[in-house]
């Protein structure tokens, strides 16, 4: 009697196997979680009503809001333009100037750019008076706003502030 192998195919095989090998992986993946011994949903870095009040590192960002202080203000306003007035520096400034300040000081920094009649009209930065304020003052303005002016702290790096202060510093001696 001739003996006929018998040859199962790969897929007759998966099948016949699966829920064997289903079973086996799930129990294994089970008995490693519970091993592991972490629960996770309950024990959470994140702060509970109950517990008390967690006091933040002294040089942490400020729960109560991003008000700046009249003294951080002033020692802006020493501050010195450590970029000196050179060509390229007024043609950067013009750059940054026209993208971010014109809408609402205008092209001449004037006043009456597109955004005045939404938000009332800005400071003329030509103003006469204007010329005696220190570069640390638009500095502090860029980077903390004023008034109705936002801070530019995100859009415009510190070099790109003092670049357009020699951009207005050159539109104020060009208004004399």
């Known amino acids: 009697m001739k003996r006929r192998s018998r040859v199962l195919s790969h897929t007759a095989l998966s099948e016949k196997n699966f829920p064997r090998c289903f079973t ?20 959470q870095p994140s702060w509970k009503p109950q517990e008390s009040e967690v006091l933040l590192p002294a040089d942490s960002i400020s729960t109560a809001g991003l008000e700046k ?8 306003t020493r501050l010195v333009n450590p970029i000196p007035p050179a060509e390229s520096s007024v043609n950067k400034g013009k750059v940054l100037f026209e993208r971010f300040c014109v809408p609402c ?30 570069d640390g003052f638009f500095y502090s303005a860029m980077r903390h706003g004023r008034g109705l002016m936002p801070e530019l702290a995100e859009a415009l790096l510190p070099e790109e502030r003092w670049h357009v202060i020699n951009y207005l510093r050159r539109l104020q001696s060009n208004d004399k």
């Open 69 to 76: 202080s009249v003294a951080e203000t002033e020692e802006f």
């Open 24 to 43: 086996l992986i799930s129990t294994a993946m089970l008995a490693l979680c519970l091993a592991c011994g972490h629960d996770d949903m309950r024990d």
């Open 105 to 134: 000081h205008g092209i001449e920094a004037k006043g009456g750019g597109m955004m005045a009649a939404h938000f009332g009209e800005p400071p003329s930065l030509s103003d006469p008076s204007n010329l005696q304020l220190p």
